[in-house]
């Protein structure tokens, strides 16, 4: 087994005995952990993809920094997006955007790009291969007001002639694999899903991700993954079906009914990132234990600590909140005013102590609301 899985005939996810302490080396287990030779045209005997059934983190926009995936891809899932990146924003320079395309440590890496613009798309996707990007996937699915109101994400889906030309010109500036992240479409009115993946195909795309709602949903309801199947029809490449997948359960019902190739986690796997290993994992037919009380502990000050070390101690405070919130909500170990100290504190130190205090002495009492809303800042 190779340990790179994205899009390839290999089966996703690390070895159950695997530890979580360091991410694999380059070329471990005798492969070259790169994506591109993992992306190619169906076999011409068969009408299936080579994408084994796996478990990918999706991107999720303000969420998914460099350690949770690094996290996420070293515990086992088949790979992991970036968060959203604005590909003007990108090309012109500025630190946010470069933080959030970062991708050292993260095997293969694939850098999700927003925008309305053909001219800054293509230099976005030119500027992340040049900095190791090994897959660049074209954000047409975030709903957010603020991508949507400038011609972004889902908007795209209201004119596809316009996402065609953003589509081609990714493709043509860069030689490693695209791919495209979608809606149904943007209302009921419009599920034109499939029409889109079908052009993504004639362009050369590599893959497809559809969340199983239109943009005017939101996340409101049940992702229908039903629906996903009229774009597994139209379309030979692979196909991975995002939305509502909170386990392997919903995994296997998702694949089930959508045709899908494999399933993309994003808000279940907030607070948990070892949740899409163990998906990828029984997926493949394997069984991945999940970590005990004191590992995850252990994750979760690792994920604390390298945000803090990436933006410095005031942003990465801030940017670490909504991670914070989960892990905590989830160990279900401190009082409500502890955990009201863990996302005010403006200390490292105390943080890092609460977090892991968090862990240590699980509660009776019913777990906190979330503090973050992932959901709606899903790209």
Request: charge should be neutral; charged fraction near 25%; hydrophobic fraction near 45%.
């Amino acid at each position: 087994m190779t340990t790179d899985h994205y899009l390839s005939v290999e089966g996703p996810g690390a070895a159950s005995g695997a530890s979580p302490a360091a991410l694999p080396p380059a070329g471990a287990d005798g492969a070259a952990l790169h994506a591109r030779s993992a992306l190619r045209a169906p076999r011409p005997d068969a009408r299936g993809p080579l994408l084994a059934r796996g478990a990918l983190l999706a991107p999720l926009s303000g969420v998914t920094d460099l350690h949770m995936r690094r996290i996420a891809r070293r515990l086992g899932a088949t790979a992991t997006v970036s968060e959203m990146v604005a590909a003007e924003d990108f090309a012109r320079g500025t630190e946010e955007a470069r933080l959030r395309a970062e991708g050292e440590g993260v095997l293969p890496h694939i850098v999700q790009l927003a925008g309305c613009d053909p001219r800054w798309m293509a230099e976005g996707a030119r500027l992340a291969e040049a900095n190791g990007a090994d897959v660049i996937d074209v954000n047409m699915g975030c709903p957010a007001k603020a991508v949507t109101g400038g011609q972004a994400g889902s908007a795209l889906m209201r004119d596809l002639d316009h996402a065609e030309r953003l589509l081609a010109a990714v493709r043509e500036a860069v030689s490693v694999p695209v791919t495209v992240k979608m809606r149904l479409g943007w209302d009921d009115a419009t599920r034109n899903a499939p029409d889109l993946a079908r052009r993504a195909e004639r362009l050369g795309y590599a893959a497809v991700t559809v969340h199983g709602r239109t943009r005017q949903q939101f996340y409101t309801g049940r992702a229908d993954w039903a629906a996903i199947r009229l774009v597994r029809d139209a379309v030979a490449i692979p196909l991975v079906a995002n939305g509502d997948v909170a386990g392997l359960d919903d995994a296997r019902a998702c694949l089930q009914a959508s045709g899908a190739d494999a399933v993309m986690i994003g808000r279940a796997a907030v607070g948990r990132p070892w949740l899409v290993a163990a998906v990828a994992a029984g997926l493949a037919g394997e069984s991945l234990a999940e970590p005990d009380a004191a590992a995850k502990a252990e994750l979760a000050a690792e994920h604390y600590d390298g945000l803090i070390a990436l933006y410095g101690a005031r942003m990465g405070v801030r940017h670490a909140r909504k991670h914070l919130a989960a892990y905590a909500d989830h160990a279900g170990g401190l009082t409500p005013d502890e955990r009201t100290r863990l996302l005010t504190t403006t200390d490292p130190a105390e943080a890092a102590r609460l977090l892991r205090r968090a862990f240590e002495a699980p509660s009776e009492q019913p777990a906190a609301p979330p503090a973050a809303r992932p959901e709606q800042q899903a790209a």
